[in-house]
């Protein structure tokens, strides 16, 4: 049982899963639902597909991750992130609006999926930390800002083509003077009623006399009144037949993967989008559920969310849908609403499942501009100057990182700008543990402990040399550790042992032994002995695997004062 | 005068060069030259070129080095790794033998020679570590497997094509046929007797009574003796209308960049292949420099060397020759010799010079069997077993990582393959410290010191738990680590404090240092402490440098021992 709860964690909080949970979860969900329609609804019009598609992407990926997945708190369904690169994958393949264009985003979600439950088979999850936070801060930034520049075609009521800033900047101007005056009017109405009930509607209801419970639940209902009050004047002033775009009516069946539509070389091509849509969904989902989890001193299982994940982008192309993952506002919604437990994920996809039997009516007057005014609001929080801020303070190398990831998502892209990030990333690192930090010790006088000669006054013998190597012994560093050592010895023609203190030293591979080893010979031809001090023991056990003990001129001592000992002992003999 | 020196380190050696050690260099440059002629001319058959090339390469080179190069040693000139990868990357342009050929090949040596000097002005020389053991021994095993079946064609006297293991084979069955009897016959001649020149020419100097000196001196002109005897044979015989592919009349103009034939596009293509035949030409050749100086206490500065290597190519290109570098075989032919200081290379230059000039006709009967024979002994000697044996015994992982580039040579070719493996081997090592050892350590009874609770015998407080970080701190386990940790305070609910004893942590980046801000975070939330211990001061810098302490909940302690007392203290007054 156990055993089986492991993978279907759903088993562990059903079974103390009460009636009153059920109530109020039900109580939280019929809110929550009413709530994330809106933020649905534009994520998937952020995607490039019809709106109504959002509403698809919440029903089976909310049920698949509330049985499969380990937060218990995290809200699944579209987002902004991954729904625009959603777009940007799929703009290549197809016509934003088309049936191939749905066809290739519904692969792309299916793609996603299989991707999350492969890196979880083959435990492969954490190739998702090669994105560093320099990285991810710069590329969100960047997105955001993409994005709300994207939204201005809806704000503005123009054409605009292309998904990154030149192209976007660019046709933006060619059209600025075919502004549509309603849209216009309406959006800046929006924009302003939703930046005012997010700030003040708490304090409005409070100030009506409203339960703190209330308060508590509809606090953030703001965005649904906009929506509603929005509908209500389009559909009564007809602005529709004023240029206002609307989402008109919705097709009642939804959309399925069209095989005709599909190729190898498309499947081929998309493979780098749907891997970097799935490690960027990953990345954001994990770091939210395990916020959330840590209140409740909960525990995420990230191997077991890439199932969770995976199954619910399965799902999300099973509905005709597009990728999906947790989402940070999303999952703050649903806990405002009061969810005690993923039952809230199950319910409210049911409830989702009947407004689109029931209630797409309703959203044929709802304008595009009303949608694009929430993702513009909510993609503005994502831009940080504060955080490149921070970071210039705490490395101006690191700073940078974030700035070229920024620059490059800007003018080339999301994906290129990612990968350009993270290869700079790696390299970065790598260069740093390329130049480790090598320290000359000795002896601080009547002591037993050694200390960089440098900072501290102690005391040496003119015929050994004691080198602490601050770092990992690996292939990035090898080379340069054996220059070092052969510098040092060539500089200094009286030495005749030189001992490694390996005290800092973690592990060793095969470049840095062989290094080891061309040193040990190196040193034999300029008549210098080589001796290890305070090996760690899994070092140590590597070492015994290899040669390089049989064939050390020195020996291996346990601490470094036994070696001093043993080696001036020797000295003052000869 | 020091700081020129710098740039032109011969200044160093030539300023206590004496008339005596001009003679002995004088001596040991003939018979250098010599012995180096054979092998000049079929590294450049190697490289797809007229063998006559191989000459130009070793002239305007081996002068650059040896005025701009740090090694004493080092002779420069064509190798054969890096003219079978310059025959690969050259294939896609032009057909071997046409001008077309000769533009791109020369155009490639002056792009390597250009990547060198700007790796070097860059000070990016830490990139040529990103070859790791494990990748450098598979990719020269199989280069060296590739050159020899690629030469089968010449010792068979066949035709054949590609340059990667399938089309090899293939083309070598399809024409298996045609085997031409007098090459094959010389070819099993010439190399039966290179092995037994080897094995014994040294021995038979010695029995005929040539004094040690003489046996130094020609020990090793075994190849010089088989590719006379054959030049003779041949001629004598007039094998090559029997088939006998020679060298033929040389053009006495040397090849030059044709300019008609280069354009953007092909500089664009080349780009990655000059980039790799550099990388690995100037790996290969600070290796062989480095063994050297060891022997004589020199030093190698390996950024210089990217200078005296940049401008050897620069020298080729010049010359109309192809890329080169420094070579094993060469500078331990040179060492051999007698050389004494880099003016060998000076004057075996010129030497090769006057061949040009006046004792090419001497050239025109040589068969290509016989340079096909000499690069396929010298290329045997590379494939090693042993090699992966050591390693298999080491690590399984770093060997499966030489199976892996071994095959992806084979079957994709030497770049493919070299990236796949540099590629691969950053991944193992990301995944190595993305999963750090992190342990639960308590106190030693009486001591002050502290263990790892699975190991040792350790007092513990169940309302504290300490634990140590056995790895640097940074993107790649940033995540991990923050996971490890809230997993372990959310098993054990009594836990109020939490301290991080940080005696290995030797470098803390920005994804580390928000994971901490958020452990911070979250640990408070959970109602948990959070304390820091044994901080270094590099890393305590950097912590100062951001809001983590303003932010910590807890304190930071000089020693694990000071905390748990100050902390034990807090408990029991509570």
Redesign the interface.
């Known amino acids: 049982m156990k055993k089986f709860a492991k993978y279907l964690p759903a088993l562990t909080w059903l079974k103390s899963y009460q009636d009153a949970d059920l109530k109020s979860d039900t109580v939280a969900s019929i809110v929550f639902t009413i709530m994330v329609i809106p933020q649905s609804l534009a994520y998937a019009m952020l995607a490039g597909l019809p709106a109504i598609t959002g509403l698809y992407a919440s029903i089976l990926p909310s049920i698949l991750y509330s049985l499969f997945g380990t937060s218990r708190s995290l809200a699944v369904g579209p987002v902004a992130l991954t729904s625009v690169m959603t777009a940007s994958a799929v703009l290549p393949f197809a016509v934003s609006g088309t049936e191939q264009y749905a066809t290739v985003a519904i692969l792309l979600a299916f793609m996603s999926g299989v991707f999350l439950l492969v890196l979880s088979l083959l435990r492969l999850g954490?190739?998702?930390?090669?994105?560093?936070?320099?990285v991810i801060s710069g590329f969100i930034s960047a997105s955001a800002l993409l994005i709300v520049i994207g939204q201005l075609k809806y704000l503005l009521g123009i054409q605009s083509e292309g998904d990154t800033l030149l192209p976007l900047v660019h046709s933006l101007y060619l059209h600025v003077n075919n502004i549509n005056l309603p849209t216009f009017i309406l959006s800046l109405a929006s924009i302003t009623s939703l930046l005012l009930m997010r700030r003040y509607f708490a304090t409005l209801l409070k100030s009506l006399g409203c339960s703190a419970q209330a308060i508590q639940l509809f606090g953030k209902s703001g965005p649904v009144l906009v929506v509603v009050a929005a509908t209500v004047t389009v559909a009564l002033l007809s602005l529709e037949n004023m240029g206002v775009s609307i989402i008109g009516s919705v097709p009642i069946k939804p959309l399925t993967l069209n095989m005709e539509g599909i190729n190898w070389k498309i499947v081929e091509e998309l493979l780098p989008s749907a891997f970097l849509i799935s490690i960027v969904g990953f990345?954001g989902s994990?770091s939210v559920a395990?916020?959330f989890?840590?209140?409740r001193?909960?525990?995420?299982d990230?191997n077991q969310e890439l199932v969770g994940l995976g199954l619910a982008n399965i799902g999300s192309a099973m509905c005709g849908a597009f990728p999906v993952t947790g989402g940070f506002s999303r999952t703050v919604l649903n806990a405002d609403c009061g969810s005690k437990s993923p039952m809230t994920g199950i319910i409210s996809a049911l409830l989702i499942l009947l407004t689109l039997l029931f209630l797409t009516p309703l959203f044929y007057y709802l304008p595009k501009a009303i949608l694009a005014s929430i993702i513009s609001i909510s993609m503005m929080q994502l831009v940080s100057v504060q955080d490149l801020r921070?970071?210039w303070?705490?490395?101006k190398k690191?700073a940078s990182l974030l700035i070229i990831t920024f620059s490059v998502v800007m003018i080339e892209g999301m994906e290129t700008g990612l990968i350009v990030g993270v290869i700079l990333?790696?390299?970065c690192?790598?260069?740093?543990?390329?130049?480790p930090?090598i320290a000359i010790v000795g002896r601080l006088p009547g002591t037993e402990h050694f200390r960089n000669v440098q900072r501290f006054t102690v005391e040496t013998h003119p015929s050994i040399l004691t080198v602490r190597i601050?770092?990992?012994l690996?292939?990035?560093?090898?080379?340069?550790f054996?220059?070092r050592l052969?510098?040092l010895?060539?500089?200094n023609?009286a030495i005749r042992h030189l001992i490694l203190m390996c005290t800092?030293v973690?592990?060793i591979?095969?470049?840095a032994?062989?290094s080891l080893e061309?040193i040990v010979?190196?040193?034999a031809?300029?008549d210098v002995k080589l001796h290890l001090s305070e090996v760690k023991g899994?070092v140590m056990d590597?070492l015994k695997?290899?040669?390089l003990l049989d064939n050390l001129t020195g020996q291996v001592f346990i601490t470094q004062h036994q070696a001093i000992q043993a080696l001036e002992d020797k000295q003052t003999k000869s």
């Open positions: 954490f190739l998702t930390n090669l994105l560093s936070h320099p990345i994990v395990q916020s989890a840590a209140k001193r909960q525990d995420i990230p921070n970071l303070r705490f490395s690191e990333s790696i390299l690192f790598l260069w740093h543990t390329s130049h930090h601050d770092e990992n690996f292939f990035a560093n090898a080379r340069v054996e220059e052969q510098s010895v060539s500089q023609t800092a973690n592990m591979d095969a470049s032994l062989q061309k010979d190196r040193l031809d300029s899994p590597r695997d290899s040669k």
